[in-house]
């Protein structure tokens, strides 16, 4: 929750090649006070069955810049097992994500929800500032 001080951030993942919620994606929390300053670490949270983080910690008064880091290549991994295990005669031998993690780095000002949903697929990504 946000308050005049602070600024708070929310996040969720959609799966677009199934089209459907990513679950059980690790989510780290990063932020800092300033360009110059250092990255602190605040903690993190997985997706849960509707891809979403609800559970991050909050922000530090001061804080005008935050990061997010998806762990992404397990998810895939996962994914990909399951596949594997219905369809054996399909296996790829090739890399199944060619983006392993996802970070996002962004601007915050005190007062203010930011809800940063990342759209995700093994070979790309989109993310934009949500409502």
């Known amino acids: ?5 602070t600024a708070s951030v929310s996040t ?5 090649s199934i089209g459907r919620p ?9 932020a800092r006070s300033g ?6 670490a605040l903690g ?9 983080c609800k559970d991050l910690p909050a922000l530090p008064e001061g ?3 935050v990061r997010l880091d998806f762990a992404v290549e397990p998810y895939f ?3 990909q097992a399951d596949a594997q295990q219905d369809a054996p005669a399909n296996r790829d031998s090739g890399p199944g994500v060619f983006f ?14 930011y809800h940063v949903p990342l759209l995700l697929n093994p070979f790309g990504y989109s993310v934009y500032r949500g409502s």
């Open 77 to 79: 991994e996962n994914k």
């Open 35 to 40: 360009r110059e300053a250092d990255w602190q």
């Open 63 to 65: 804080t005008t810049h």
């Open 100 to 113: 392993p993690e996802v970070a996002i780095t962004f601007a915050v000002m005190p007062g203010e929800h």
């Open 1 to 5: 929750m946000s308050t005049s001080t």
């Open 22 to 30: 990513a679950e059980g994606v690790v989510v780290r929390l990063t």
């Open 12 to 16: 969720h993942i959609l799966d677009t």
């Open 44 to 52: 993190g949270s997985a997706t849960d069955a509707d891809g979403r």
